[in-house]
Nanobody, 128 residues
Framework: QVQFVESGGGLVQPGGSLRLSCAASGFNSDYYVVGWFRQAPGKEREGVSCINSNAGNAGGTSYADSVRGRFTISRDKVKNMVYLQMNSLRPEDTAVYYC??????????????????WGQGTQVTVSS
């Protein structure tokens, strides 16, 4: 069974940092990209970042304008993990963060409709 599990969320003060983790299991292929998305109460889901598959255009990444320069996505092929390092956090970053998979080599537009196999999410709260 394909499964994605997020962890690493929590409460942090403005300007602080968190590292989210996304653990993938239940399949044996490198041919997929992973995206991070977030949803705040009363707001639509927003694409945050994406990283290409381990094959082909390995290492390619994309970011939403709102997080570029503050967030960094990475993946560990051996551990089947994807990480989202979040620095200089702001109150507007408060949301439930999800990771999701799309079969393929290269990240599409940061739109959740292009992704499947979602995790349950992890809460990130940025507040003083």
């Amino acid at each position: 069974q394909v499964q994605f599990v997020e962890s690493g969320g929590g409460l942090v003060q403005p300007g602080g940092s968190l590292r989210l983790s996304c653990a993938a299991s239940g399949f044996n292929s490198d041919y997929y990209v992973v995206g991070w998305f977030r949803q705040a109460p009363g707001k639509e889901r927003e694409g945050v970042s994406c990283i290409n598959s381990n094959a082909g255009n390995a290492g390619g990444t994309s970011y939403a304008d709102s997080v570029r320069g503050r967030f960094t996505i990475s993946r560990d092929k051996v551990k089947n993990m994807v990480y989202l390092q979040m620095n200089s956090l702001r109150p507007e970053d408060t949301a439930v963060y999800y990771c999701a998979r799309r079969i393929g080599q290269q990240c599409p537009r940061l739109d959740g409709r292009f992704f499947n196999s979602w995790g349950q999410g992890t809460q990130v709260t940025v507040s003083s």
